[in-house]
Nanobody, 115 residues
Framework: QVQLVESGGGLVQPGGSLRLSCAVSASIVTTKSIGWYRQAPGKERELVAVITRGGGPNYLDSVKGRFTISRDNVKNTMDLQMNSLKPEDTAVYYC?????????WGQGIQVAVSS
């Protein structure tokens, strides 16, 4: 069973920054995609940022220019750098990894943007 463990969430003021990290207990070299999702209270889970095999990163329109997804194939980690945070970015954030025949989710980590 592959485990994904997120870290780096918390409370930040509007305009601030946070860096989320996801540690994966298996090699991410052969993944089809790695991504970050979020779910705000009362809303559906949405894709925030993703890196697909052979492709560049893609972002939710509302986070373009503010968030950056990255991966480290040696450490088997994936990060989400979040800058210029807004109250509407408040949500539980989940990392997600897809291989050819399986996919796994992290347990979720809270990000709250408030003054």
């Amino acid at each position: 069973q592959v485990q994904l463990v997120e870290s780096g969430g918390g409370l930040v003021q509007p305009g601030g920054s946070l860096r989320l990290s996801c540690a994966v207990s298996a090699s991410i070299v052969t993944t089809k995609s790695i991504g970050w999702y979020r779910q705000a209270p009362g809303k559906e889970r949405e894709l925030v940022a993703v890196i697909t095999r052979g492709g560049g990163p893609n972002y939710l329109d509302s986070v373009k220019g503010r968030f950056t997804i990255s991966r480290d194939n040696v450490k088997n980690t994936m990060d989400l750098q979040m800058n210029s945070l807004k109250p509407e970015d408040t949500a539980v954030y989940y990392c997600h990894v897809v291989w050819e025949w399986s996919n796994y989710w992290g347990q979720g980590i809270q990000v709250a943007v408030s003054s």
